[in-house]
Structures are given as structure tokens and as C-alpha cells.
Nanobody, 127 residues
Framework: QVQLVESGGGLVPAGGSLRLSCAHSGRTFDMDSLGWFRQAPGKEREFVAAVSWSGKNFDYSDSVKDRFTISRDSAKRTVYLQMNSLKPEDTAVYSC????????????????????WGQGTQVSVSS
């Protein structure tokens, strides 16, 4: 069974940085596309970023583009989300998700495309 375990969340002041990690196990990492989503209290789950097999194809939401960077390390079976210039509106529970894709061109922005999810990690940004 596929398992995803996030870490790296915390409380930071506005303008600060955090790096989230998501460790993947249970099936071949290099054939999965991975994504990060977030959900703030009272709001719907929101797409943040996604990366394809090779790590060469990306997708970002407009709200985080140029501030967040998604990457993956095959040797560590881990996907990362580097978050810079954090804003109070970035406060949310961040979750990673994974899906098997037919080739390296696929990244998905819809949460319904993903078949396994982590438990989430809280990110809080103070003003």
C-alpha cells in the first residue's frame, strides 16, 4: 500500500521560508506524478504545485508561482515544496498526493486525479 508522510510544517513570520517534505513508499516512485495541495479553515482544498516523473515538468497555482518550488529526489523517494516569501494567506494544512501516470508529461491540478494522500502538515504564517 502506498504511504505518504509529510513533514516540515511550522509557524513562521511573513516573508519567511519553509521546506516541506513528503516521503513516498509502497510502489515505484519514478512512475508517479506528485502534487501539493492546501486547505485553510472553512475553505476548499486548493491546488498548489505538481511535478512529473522526471522532475522536469511542473505546474503551479498563480497564487504561489515565483515563490514556491516543487522538486523530487528519486534516491530519497521524496518530493519537496520550498516555500519562500510566505504570506499570512498561505496559512493552511498542506498535503501531498500521488498518482500513477502513463508518461512523464502528466501533472494534475485536480485533487480528484490523485489516488493516495498524506495526512498533512500545518503551515502557519504570522503577520
Amino acid at each position: 500500500q502506498v504511504q505518504l508522510v509529510e513533514s516540515g510544517g511550522g509557524l513562521v513570520p511573513a516573508g519567511g521560508s519553509l521546506r516541506l517534505s513528503c516521503a513516498h513508499s509502497g510502489r515505484t516512485f519514478d512512475m508517479d506524478s506528485l502534487g501539493w495541495f492546501r486547505q485553510a479553515p472553512g475553505k476548499e482544498r486548493e491546488f498548489v504545485a505538481a511535478v512529473s516523473w522526471s522532475g522536469k515538468n511542473f505546474d503551479y497555482s498563480d497564487s504561489v508561482k515565483d515563490r514556491f518550488t516543487i522538486s523530487r529526489d528519486s534516491a530519497k523517494r521524496t518530493v519537496y515544496l520550498q516555500m519562500n516569501s510566505l504570506k499570512p494567506e498561505d496559512t493552511a494544512v498542506y498535503s501531498c498526493a500521488t498518482v500513477r501516470t502513463p508518461n512523464d508529461t502528466y501533472t494534475y491540478t485536480s485533487p480528484y486525479a490523485y489516488d493516495y494522500w498524506g495526512q498533512g502538515t500545518q503551515v502557519s504564517v504570522s503577520s
